[in-house]
C-alpha cells in the first residue's frame, strides 16, 4: 500500500492507496499546536498534537486500529507546495531533493516547511520506507517564458522572482481523468477557496492565473487575487510588510467583501454584500478565463473542479454566462484527487 501525505501548516492529511489506486482509508489531524481533532475513517477523537511529528504518530497509530498493517506500506508519497525551477517532474526525496526543496523555502515560507516537517516525520518513524514527492508547481513547467515572465529588471528576475503557477496536481488529475478523451484546449477552473484556472493544450499548461504566489489571479475564499502593485506598497507602508501579507492572504477574497469565505453561507445569504461578493468571484473567473482561451487561441471544453467548481451550481452558471459568447462549449465536472494523483506519480516512480 501507498500513504500520501499532505502537511499543512496547522494540519496533516493523509490518505491510503492500494497499487490499483483504490482509496483503502483516509484521515486528518488538524489545530496541531492546539486542540484539534483526529479523522480517521468513520473515527472523531478530540486531540492535542503539539507538532507534526506527534500528529502523524497519532494518525499512523489510528490508521493501525482502523485493521491497516503499516508492515504493509511500500512507499510514502508528498505533496510539495512549491518546487521552484528545477524540481519540475516527480521525484524520489533523496538528500539532494530534499535540498532543493528547502532551497525553495523563500518562495513558500507559509507551506515548504510543513511540507519537510512530514518529510523529516515519516523519515524518523519508518527511516527505510521509499518516499516521493509530487510538486503543485510541476504542471506548469510547460508555459512558455513569455507567460511566466515578469517585465521586471534581470537583477529581480534573478531572484527567482517569476509566475510559477499553483493547483499543478489538480490539473494533472484532471487530464489523467480525461484520458484519451482529453478535448485538445481545456480551460479548467479549480475552485475552491484557493481558487486559480489554466489553459490546458495537449495536455499541457499554456498558462496558469496564479503567479510568483498562491495570491494572485482570481477572487478566492480570503486572498484578494491580482491586486495592483501600487496598492501594496501603499498597504505595506501603512501596515508593514507582515500585517499587509495577512490582509491580502487572510482577510481579503470573499472575506474581505462580505466578512465571512464560505461560499455556501454567502450564497444562501440575500444581503447586498453577499450578493456582490458572489457576483466578484464569478466575474472576476470569467475574466481570467479570456485571458487563458487567449493562450490557446481558443477553446473546446470548460472543466470545473474543487470544492465550489464541483458543488456550487449558482457559480457554474453565472461563470458560463458571463461567457455565453463563446457559443455552445462542453462543461464537465471534474471530481479534485490531488492525493491520487500523488499515488499515480509515486506508482510510477517505483516502478522506474
Known amino acids: 500500500m501507498i500513504l500520501i501525505l499532505n502537511a499543512g501548516s496547522s494540519s496533516i492529511k493523509v490518505k ?15 489545530e496541531i499546536g492546539g486542540r484539534g481533532q483526529l479523522i480517521c475513517g468513520d473515527r472523531r477523537d478530540e486531540v492535542s498534537a503539539t507538532n507534526h511529528a506527534n500528529a502523524l504518530d497519532r494518525m499512523l497509530r489510528a490508521i493501525e486500529e ?28 533523496t538528500d539532494d531533493v530534499i535540498g532543493q526543496i528547502t532551497a525553495c523555502i523563500p518562495l513558500a515560507p507559509l507551506h515548504n516547511p510543513n511540507n519537510l516537517a512530514g518529510i523529516a516525520a515519516l523519515k524518523a518513524r519508518f527511516p527505510d520506507l521509499p518516499q516521493y514527492a509530487s510538486f503543485g508547481t510541476a504542471f506548469h513547467a510547460s508555459n512558455p517564458a513569455v507567460a511566466t515572465t515578469y517585465a521586471i529588471p534581470a537583477d529581480a528576475r534573478a531572484e527567482g ?3 510559477y503557477g499553483f493547483h499543478g496536481l489538480s490539473y494533472a488529475g484532471m487530464v489523467a481523468h480525461f484520458g484519451d478523451a482529453l478535448p485538445r484546449r481545456l480551460l479548467a477552473l479549480h475552485l475552491g477557496n484557493g481558487a486559480s484556472l489554466c489553459a490546458i493544450e495537449d495536455g499541457q499548461s499554456k498558462a496558469t492565473s496564479m503567479g510568483y504566489s498562491p495570491l494572485e489571479g482570481l477572487t478566492m475564499g480570503t486572498r484578494s487575487g491580482t491586486i495592483d502593485g501600487a496598492a501594496v506598497l501603499r498597504l505595506a507602508a501603512r501596515h508593514g510588510a507582515a500585517e499587509t501579507d495577512r490582509i491580502l492572504n487572510k482577510d481579503s477574497g470573499l472575506k474581505g467583501l462580505a466578512g465571512e469565505s464560505d461560499m455556501r453561507s454567502l450564497l444562501n445569504r440575500t444581503d447586498d454584500e453577499a450578493k456582490f461578493a458572489v457576483e466578484h468571484f464569478c466575474y472576476w473567473a470569467a475574466r481570467h478565463s479570456g485571458s487563458a482561451i487567449v493562450a490557446m487561441g481558443g477553446v473546446d471544453a470548460i472543466a470545473f473542479t474543487g470544492g465550489i467548481g464541483e458543488n456550487a451550481a449558482p457559480v457554474r452558471a453565472r461563470i458560463l454566462e458571463h461567457l455565453a459568447f463563446l457559443g455552445d462549449v462542453p462543461v464537465h465536472i471534474v471530481k479534485a484527487e490531488e492525493e491520487k494523483q500523488i499515488a499515480r506519480d509515486t506508482l510510477a516512480l517505483m516502478s522506474r
Open 16 to 30: 491510503v492507496f492500494d497499487t490499483e489506486l483504490t482509496e483503502v482509508l483516509s484521515g486528518r489531524v488538524t
Open 161 to 163: 522572482i517569476r509566475r
Open 66 to 93: 482502523a485493521g491497516i498493517d503499516l508492515s504493509d506500506l511500500t512507499a510514502a508519497g508528498h505533496r510539495i507546495v512549491h518546487g521552484g525551477e528545477k524540481l519540475t517532474a516527480p521525484a524520489a526525496l
